[in-house]
Structures are given as structure tokens and as C-alpha cells.
């Protein structure tokens, strides 16, 4: 299983609703990531775990926040969302990188295109 | 700061013309330059990745290369399903950081 699987595929969600997007991978892979992609720009990186503990927070607006439960589960926590939050959301994984050169690539999953109305 | 640049932003290609597609960086310690593909609406699909200066690696139509400064991925007589985004990106620090830095894309079509 080489899969990172992201759930729901689309979200559409008001202002003022409460909604979590949630991530998956059964590689054994211990670090795992959420980026944000909006139309036609690279994506940015938001969060990184690293064997279940936050490790890199990019300055997200606390209006998203991130959970990992476990080490195969990766949960992105929304509130009070705006219209510009739109964008598709990648959740991706990786081996942790280690000190003498081990060398992953990471698995992105598919992406939760999210609409803030 | 550590930086990514792609270029071109968009290329069109005719079936079967080869051509190059660079990725420049500016960054201190590289740990590791990837590659990827991704295709619109979908998330980024992991083509390789390179460590060292000369280092190569091909799959199928594709091949990077790696410099002290740049990445080139050559593609060899393309076909229409090569059409895609490719993303370069470089993973760079010390300290075990996992921090990924994109370059914002190359857009290539491949036209039969």
C-alpha cells in the first residue's frame, strides 16, 4: 500500500461552520504534512508532524488546526473560515529523513478541494 | 532565504520534440531536489529525486540532472498524456528539517 488517502475529495462550507479534513497512510511513515494549493501556485507547506508531534508551523491563522491521533492519521480541524481559504488541501507523508542520508520521497494524496461561501 | 525558480512557466511541445525543462535553487545545505508531476485538480505524483551534483536518474521519457545550481528534467520524445505541471522542489537545512520549498511550476502541453 503506497497510498496517502485524503477524505472528503471536495468540501463546500459556510463561515461559521466546523469541519475536518482527514488524511491517511499505512506506510509507516512517520512524518506527515498539510499544504494549501490555490489555482496555478506551487504548493505551501502549513504544518509539519513528525512522529506524531507538531514539529513546523508555518504561521497558520489559528482558524486551521491540525491533529495527528496516531502515526497513520493526519487531521486538519477548520473554523470561521473565509472565502479566501479556498484552495485544494495536500496531505503528504515521508520516512523521516534520516541523519545518514536516507533518502524518501514523499507521497502527496489526492487533495481536498475545499469552497468557502 | 532558500529559493526555487522554474523555467519556462509554460511550454508547448509537438509529439515527439524533445526538449528541457530547468529548475534553479538557491539554498544552504541541500539535503535533496524532487521532482514531481501533478495534474490539474490532483495532488503532486513523485517522479525523483536527486542528492548530489552529477547524479541522473531516468524513468521512461524522463531524465533529471543535477548541478550545484540547477536541475534540468529532459524529456524524450513526449507523448500527449506527458501533458502536465512539473514541480520542482528542494528539501534544504539543517537539523533534521522536513521543510519542502516549491518552485511555482512548469505547465507543459504536449500536442498530438
Known amino acids: 500500500d503506497t497510498e496517502v488517502t485524503q477524505t472528503p475529495k471536495h468540501l463546500v462550507m459556510g463561515m461559521t461552520n466546523k469541519k475536518s479534513l482527514k488524511c491517511e497512510q499505512h506506510m509507516g511513515h512517520r512524518a506527515m504534512y498539510w499544504y494549501k494549493q490555490k489555482a496555478k501556485k506551487p504548493p505551501e507547506l502549513m504544518f509539519v508532524y513528525s512522529y506524531e508531534k507538531l514539529s513546523i508551523n508555518e504561521s497558520v491563522p489559528s482558524r486551521f488546526s491540525p491533529e495527528c491521533p496516531n502515526s497513520s492519521l493526519l487531521n486538519l480541524h477548520l473554523h470561521a473560515l473565509q472565502p479566501e481559504d479556498s484552495a485544494l488541501y495536500l496531505c503528504?507523508?515521508?520516512?523521516?529523513?534520516?541523519?545518514?542520508?536516507?533518502?524518501?520521497?514523499?507521497?502527496f494524496g489526492s487533495g481536498t478541494r475545499l469552497t468557502v461561501v | 532565504e532558500d529559493q526555487v525558480t522554474q523555467s519556462p512557466e509554460a511550454l508547448r511541445l509537438q509529439e515527439g520534440e524533445s526538449s528541457s525543462l530547468n529548475c534553479s535553487y538557491t539554498v544552504s545545505g541541500l539535503r535533496g531536489l524532487f521532482w514531481y508531476r501533478q495534474d490539474p485538480g490532483k495532488g503532486p505524483e513523485f517522479l525523483f529525486t536527486l542528492y548530489s551534483a552529477g547524479e541522473e536518474k531516468e524513468k521512461e521519457r524522463l531524465k533529471a540532472t543535477l548541478t550545484k545550481k540547477e536541475s534540468f528534467l529532459h524529456i524524450t520524445a513526449p507523448k500527449p498524456e506527458d501533458s502536465a505541471t512539473y514541480l520542482c522542489?528542494?528539501?534544504?537545512?539543517?537539523?533534521?528539517?522536513?521543510?519542502?520549498?516549491f518552485g511555482k511550476g512548469t505547465k507543459l502541453t504536449v500536442n498530438p
Open positions: 503528504a507523508s515521508s520516512a523521516k529523513f534520516s541523519p545518514e542520508g536516507g533518502r524518501y520521497g514523499y507521497t
Open positions: 522542489a528542494v528539501q534544504a537545512g539543517q537539523g533534521g528539517s522536513e521543510k519542502l520549498v
